[in-house]
């Protein structure tokens, strides 16, 4: 069984750079027709997708986080991170990461339980 | 970026038939369909469907998924108190290339 988890600061501080770490257990990062992304959702609203990346390295970011987005993927370590520069309160809100289908038709599949990160002074 | 829409909240009673909308466009649900989410409070969301009309296993038959041009929608018969949570539909948009959510309806059983 797949599983997912996510790891990383829970507060951040205003102008700072967000970094996450998801770990993946149960199977492989090295599969083409998955990417391996980032979801989040503010306290009280909905879903916003941030990015997703294949194995190969091949990048898809939300047109209005493009700019402050970096996902990269360690198929080593089991490993893909996100980071997100530039922080405002905004950006305050529970982070998943997730499993995505690579041909559109599929959806998000597998999630991490998500954690919360607070951007505050 | 450019969302689905979803409409906000919907109630029905105890066994009864809910029927939830996701309306996009010829880039998105048109063109590559829909897949629907379900989040309880506190919880990571879940796949209920994929591509209009797939369910992954373990999920009940008294979901369906269905597409009608630019618009999904999913249909949740006998509704049981379980049911209350909040749907997400999500489609891949292709001239974005990007993933984009509808902002999510709140389904009450009453």
């Known amino acids: 069984q797949l599983q997912l988890q996510e790891s990383g600061p829970g507060l951040v501080k205003p102008s700072e750079t967000l970094s996450l770490t998801c770990t993946v257990s149960?199977?492989?990062?090295?599969?083409?027709?998955?990417?391996w992304g980032w979801i989040r959702q503010p306290p009280g609203k909905g879903l916003e997708w941030i990015g997703s990346?294949?194995?190969?390295?091949?990048?898809y970011d939300s047109p209005s986080l493009k700019s402050r987005v970096t996902i990269s993927v360690d198929t080593s370590k089991s490993q893909f991170s996100l980071q997100l520069s530039s922080v405002t309160a905004a950006d305050t809100a529970v982070y998943y990461c997730?499993?995505?289908?690579?041909?559109?038709?599929?959806?998000?599949?597998?999630w991490g339980q998500g954690t919360l990160v607070t951007v505050s002074s | 970026q450019a969302g689905l829409t979803q409409p906000p909240s919907v109630s029905k009673g105890l066994r009864q038939t809910a029927t939830l909308t996701c309306t996009g466009n010829?880039?998105?649900?048109?063109?590559?369909?829909a897949a629907w989410l379900q989040q309880h409070q506190g919880h990571p969301p879940k796949l209920l469907s994929y591509r209009n009309n797939n369910r992954p296993s373990g999920i009940s038959d008294r979901l369906s998924a269905s597409r009608s041009g630019n618009t999904a929608s999913l249909t949740i018969t006998g509704l049981q108190p379980e049911d209350e949570a909040d749907y997400y539909c999500l489609a891949w948009d292709s001239s974005l290339s990007a993933w984009v959510f509808g902002g999510g309806t709140k389904l009450t059983v009453l």
């Open positions: 997730a499993r995505l289908d690579g041909t559109g038709f599929y959806g998000i599949d597998y």
């Open positions: 149960g199977g492989s990062l090295s599969i083409s027709i998955y990417h």
């Open positions: 990346m294949d194995y190969s390295g091949r990048a």
């Open positions: 010829s880039n998105n649900v048109g063109n590559q369909g």
